[in-house]
């Protein structure tokens, strides 16, 4: 299992970044897809999920502002992040949901 993770970066608090996570290794069709989050001396929480059919579940903390979506034909899944805060501020990971498999995140940082 592969989950490479991408597009994070140094963002202003009311911007916007598009994460993207590229899968392998595994029938991505059949998986739910999920995105968490660890900020600094926090326990990694859920952000987001995609089931296999495209319906989505987020975290209250990010609802109204961030969206889940992929594309199964290129096994990808990607978080589109609007209206960013500092508390947003997190390395972000994608997984296959309630797996063990995690891939590298990629950093967000929100300034204020």
């Known amino acids: 299992v592969q989950l490479q993770a991408s597009g994070g970066g140094l963002v202003q608090a009311g911007g916007s970044l598009r994460l993207s996570c590229v899968a392998s290794?595994?029938?991505?069709?059949?998986?739910?897809m999920a995105w968490w989050r660890q900020a600094p001396g926090k326990q990694r929480e859920f952000v987001a999920l995609v089931n296999t059919g495209g319906g989505t579940n987020v975290a209250d903390s990010v609802r109204g502002r961030f969206t889940i979506s992929r594309d199964n034909a290129k096994n990808t899944v990607d978080l589109r992040m609007n209206d960013l805060k500092p508390e947003d501020t997190a390395v972000y990971y994608c997984n296959i949901y309630s797996s063990g498999s995690w891939g590298q995140g990629t950093l967000v940082t929100v300034s204020s």
């Open positions: 290794g595994f029938p991505f069709n059949s998986k739910i």
